[in-house]
């Protein structure tokens, strides 16, 4: 299965900045799946990043503040912007490389406000 | 909407034992795939099991199995011979096609020893 290198590993940031996370992945894969876990929650998708075309947003998540780049099939950026202590969460990346192989998860970015 | 419930929010285990894990889930889709994640304090998200809708027999991976009643929805996670190791979040998922994962709450197991 595919490996999936995400950095930052977390990061402290102040409120009203923005913060971009990147995710790696060692082979070409045509989806890429952006999540947010909120403390104790599970997993929310916040956008699905397609190479080439724009990323699709979940309801509650838009691209002002959450913009998305897909340069090329083994790399993508999701920017937290003018962050808010609200924001702190989680944040992984996904790739899906066959349904008989589930999905992959990056290490997770893990993000604090302040 | 696919939805996933998972309705025990804690389990806990003495070490060696079993444990189940309940998960339901709700689709009209006849072909889709469910999945087991643990979740471990390192936040990694792990793929402990899997399983074809399209399968009757459960699947199995050494300690871990799966009870899948495709009519009842139901996808429940056995673990034996517990170990410490195993404490963590569990989350199972749904997904259908080339679509993202639809997760459940998630379980916390606690092992004890």
Same mark, same amino acid.
């Given at each position: %299965?595919?490996?999936?290198?995400?950095? =930052?590993?977390?990061?402290?940031?102040q409120?009203?900045? %923005?913060? !971009?996370?990147?995710?790696?992945?060692?082979?070409?894969?045509?989806?890429?799946?952006?999540?947010?876990?909120?403390?104790?929650?599970?997993?929310?998708?916040?956008?699905?990043?397609?190479?080439? %075309?724009?990323?699709?947003? /979940?309801?509650?998540?838009?691209?002002?503040?959450? =913009?998305?780049?897909?340069?090329?099939? !083994?790399?993508?950026?999701?920017?937290? %912007?003018n962050?808010? =202590? /609200?924001?702190?969460?989680?944040?992984?990346?996904?790739?899906?490389?066959?349904?008989?192989?589930?999905? !992959?998860?990056?290490?997770?970015?893990?993000?604090?406000?302040? | 909407? #696919?939805?996933? &419930? #998972? +309705? #025990?929010?804690?389990?806990?285990?003495q070490?060696?034992?079993?444990?189940?894990? +309940?998960?339901?889930?709700?689709?009209?889709? $006849?072909?889709?795939?469910?999945f087991?994640?643990?979740?471990?304090?390192?936040?990694?998200?792990?793929?402990?099991?899997?399983?074809?809708?399209?399968?009757?027999?459960?699947?199995?991976?050494?300690?871990?199995?799966?009870?899948?009643?495709?009519?009842?929805?139901?996808?429940?996670?056995?673990?034996?011979? $517990?170990?410490?190791?195993?404490?963590?979040?569990?989350?199972?998922?749904?997904? &259908?096609?080339?679509?993202?994962?639809?997760?459940?709450?998630?379980?916390?197991?606690?092992?004890?020893?």
């Amino acid at each position: %299965s595919a490996v999936i290198s995400q950095k =930052p590993s977390r990061d402290i940031c102040q409120r009203g900045t %923005s913060l !971009t996370i990147q995710c790696q992945v060692d082979s070409q894969v045509t989806m890429m799946f952006w999540y947010r876990q909120q403390p104790g929650q599970s997993l929310t998708l916040i956008a699905t990043a397609n190479q080439g %075309s724009e990323a699709t947003y /979940e309801s509650g998540f838009v691209i002002d503040k959450f =913009p998305i780049s897909r340069p090329n099939l !083994t790399f993508s950026t999701l920017t937290v %912007s003018n962050m808010s =202590p /609200e924001d702190s969460s989680i944040y992984l990346c996904s790739v899906g490389t066959g349904q008989l192989n589930g999905y !992959t998860f990056g290490s997770g970015t893990r993000l604090t406000v302040v | 909407a #696919q939805t996933v &419930t #998972q +309705s #025990q929010p804690e389990m806990s285990v003495q070490e060696a034992e079993t444990v189940t894990l +309940s998960c339901t889930y709700d689709t009209s889709e $006849s072909d889709y795939y469910l999945f087991w994640y643990k979740q471990p304090p390192s936040r990694q998200m792990i793929l402990v099991i899997r399983q074809e809708a399209y399968k009757q027999q459960n699947a199995t991976e050494n300690r871990f199995s799966v009870n899948f009643q495709k009519a009842a929805k139901s996808f429940s996670l056995k673990i034996s011979d $517990s170990q410490l190791g195993d404490a963590a979040m569990y989350f199972c998922a749904y997904e &259908t096609g080339n679509t993202p994962l639809v997760f459940g709450k998630g379980t916390r197991l606690s092992v004890i020893a």
